[in-house]
């Protein structure tokens, strides 16, 4: 089972630019799937997650609005379209997958819930 992240970069503020998190030896649309970020010297922070069941898709207010996450199952790949990025948006951003039962309807916000990593994508926003 591996998580494989890709797509990171340079890009100007303002520009856009689409990660990709494409799974090995398990189906990816069984899983929801959550996109993290770390920026040095601060926590893994939640950016955005797609859901197993439904498909529901779920932002961090800081991204909503600019950040669009989507699912290609023929792929086995989730995406994480990112359109008029900030400098704050400098991290490296991880992709993560579960498919256990939570408690509660939040779970997806928090890091310890997943049990699934990729090796993170360097995103650098700066002109």
């Known amino acids: 089972v591996q998580l494989q992240a890709s797509g990171g970069g340079l890009v100007q503020p303002g520009g856009s630019l689409r990660l990709s998190c494409a799974a090995s030896?398990?189906?990816?649309?069984?899983?929801?799937i959550g996109w993290f970020r770390q920026a040095p010297g601060k926590e893994r922070e939640w950016v955005s997650f797609?859901?197993?069941?439904?498909?529901?898709?779920y932002y961090a207010d800081s991204v909503k609005g600019r950040f669009t996450i989507s699912r290609d199952n023929a792929k086995n790949t989730v995406y994480l379209q990112m359109n008029s990025p900030k400098p704050e948006d400098t991290a490296v951003y991880y992709c993560?997958?579960?498919?256990?039962?939570?408690?509660?309807?939040?779970?997806?916000?928090?890091?310890?819930?997943?049990?699934?990593w990729g090796q993170g994508a360097q995103v650098t926003v700066s002109s």
């Open positions: 030896g398990f189906t990816l649309d069984r899983y929801g």
């Open positions: 797609i859901s197993r069941s439904d498909g529901r898709k």
């Open positions: 993560a997958a579960d498919s256990s039962y939570h408690s509660y309807s939040t779970w997806y916000k928090d890091k310890d819930e997943f049990l699934y």
